[in-house]
């Protein structure tokens, strides 16, 4: 297959670039919003970030049956998604960060509705999105290249809202206006970002049956042990992940007292996303998708040990621990794409039927799921620690901090190890099943040549008539 030119590799990172508006700021800066602007206890904003976000992660399957059933001719599968939904899933980041002061009850129901709404969203968006990439090569240094886009696009997006804004929440700021202001823009910036992707990032991967049926979605992933392996993994490593996230603010702030590292962080994260981003497509090439998923696993583990045997007094030592952990999340979260893309060939070679959207769906509702819990324990953290907005922190809020920022992570991210571990789809055995299922569309294509020819030579039937039949026919042979 050709390879992808610059344009279109940097148009996907884009898309991800706009995702990470509304996804990274919420990732970063809800519960900071909720406990210390909306005035929502920490146990409250806990359970509202798990319940909410499992019905994201439900949201996702919905929003990936909805893609499999769609095809534009014009547009493709994925890219009217893209342009069609991606202004109100800004304008609902807007929302989700104006909550009224409604009571105690009112001000918790708004919370939860424009937050779920804003979930809905997103998955309508970053499904077709994340499913784009499976469609636009097969090639395995390609789908690096497109991964290494996403992680750019991504951690630019999270390092300026590291150095601009994260510096800007402390006591006695307007928060409120800040946060709006700043969604607003977003959302001009983001509806840019979002039509360049849709304008560069086209569809190139062919497939025999553009709108799945249900059962055919649901026989796909029955029997893809490496997708299901995956997705575990996933979910132990994002559960991880995310809770680092959501208390990293707070470890900075009131653990190590040195809020104005953050911008610093952001700024190696940025630095450390170019380097990886460059040097990971050759790694891939020599040790293999599955040992980089692990070894960077491994490195995230070191650093939340770090984080969380390290006194409060020692500011550079925590520090280091959480750039530590910084370079395993990047690597993981770079190599993992391309991981998901490989499981979708592997659905296509059991079955003959691609199925990029149920397929990603299924692989972002268990992240999303992670997401939940990690969101959610770290919250539940703070709560048994006693953390008080505005106040300041005990010695057991402090410890509650660091459990959240590294005793979760680390043993989270083990798990991920242990079941990653078993992953059997290797490089190699994913270039077998690439030879075979173009092996299966050659002969497929020369079965309905042949057939056309009999067709038009016997009954001198109109070509438009014999394409269709020979559709048909492909379609079952593909099944």
């Known amino acids: ?57 439900f949201a996702d399957v919905f929003a990936g049956r909805i893609v499999d059933r769609t095809y534009s001719k014009r547009f493709g599968k994925f890219r009217p998604f893209i342009m069609f939904g991606s202004i109100p899933l800004l304008l609902l980041s807007v929302a989700t960060f104006s909550v009224p002061q409604l009571g105690e009850s009112g001000t918790l129901l708004y919370a939860y509705v424009t937050y779920a709404a804003l979930g809905l969203a997103y998955s309508l968006v970053n499904i077709p ?6 469609a636009m090569t097969q090639d395995p240094g390609e789908r690096a290249k497109l991964g290494s886009a ?25 928060l409120q206006s800040m946060f709006t202001t700043i969604t607003l823009v977003f959302v001009v910036i983001g509806a ?13 991967v062919h497939r025999a049956v553009p709108k799945v049926t249900f059962k ?19 979910f132990f490593f994002l559960s991880g992940y995310l809770a680092l996230t959501s208390v990293q603010l707070y470890y900075l702030r009131d653990v190590l007292g040195r809020l104005d590292l953050y911008p610093v962080l952001s700024i190696i994260q940025l630095a450390l996303t170019f380097f990886l981003a460059a040097f990971m497509p ?73 199925t990029e959207g149920i397929t990603y769906a299924l692989f972002s509702f268990t992240r999303k799921s992670g997401q939940a819990v990690g969101g959610a324990l770290a919250a539940y953290a703070l709560a048994l620690g006693g953390y008080k907005s505005g106040a300041a922190q005990t010695a057991d809020a402090l410890f509650g901090i660091q459990i959240a920022a590294g005793a979760i992570p680390a043993v989270l991210t083990i798990l991920a190890v242990l ?61």
């Open 1 to 57: 297959m050709k390879k992808l030119n610059k344009l279109s590799i940097i148009g996907y990172g884009a898309g991800d670039a706009a995702n990470n508006l509304a996804f990274t700021t919420a990732t970063m800066f809800l519960l900071v919003y909720y406990t210390d602007v909306a005035g929502i206890s920490a146990a409250a904003a806990g359970t509202l970030l798990l319940v909410v976000r499992l019905f994201d992660a």
């Open 129 to 134: 999105y994340g499913s784009l990439a499976g």
């Open 150 to 174: 996403r992680m750019v696009g991504a951690l630019l997006v999270g390092s300026s809202l590291g150095i601009f804004v994260a510096p800007l929440i402390k006591p006695g700021a307007d």
């Open 192 to 204: 840019a970002l979002y039509f360049f992707t849709a304008l560069t990032a086209k569809e190139r």
């Open 216 to 234: 055919q979605s649901v026989d796909t992933l029955k029997g893809n042990k490496p997708l299901l392996m995956l997705c575990l993994s996933s």
């Open 282 to 354: 050759r790694l891939v090439r020599n040790v293999g998708k599955k040992r980089v998923y692990i070894y960077s696993s491994l490195v995230t583990v070191v650093g939340g040990a770090m984080i969380f045997f390290t006194p409060t007094g020692q500011v550079w030592l925590g520090f280091t621990g959480l750039v530590v952990s910084l370079v395993g999340v990047l690597a993981v979260n770079i190599v993992v794409w391309a991981l998901e893309a490989d499981t979708v060939e592997y659905g296509e070679w059991r079955t003959g039927v691609r």
């Open 419 to 479: 079941v990653m571990s078993k992953y059997t789809l290797t490089d190699a055995k994913h270039a077998e099943i690439l030879n075979e299922i173009q092996e299966r569309r050659t002969k497929t294509v020369g079965a309905g040549e042949a057939a056309d020819a009999s067709t038009t030579t016997g009954a001198g039937s109109s070509t438009t008539a014999d394409a269709g039949t020979l559709v048909d026919a492909g379609k079952t042979a593909g099944h």
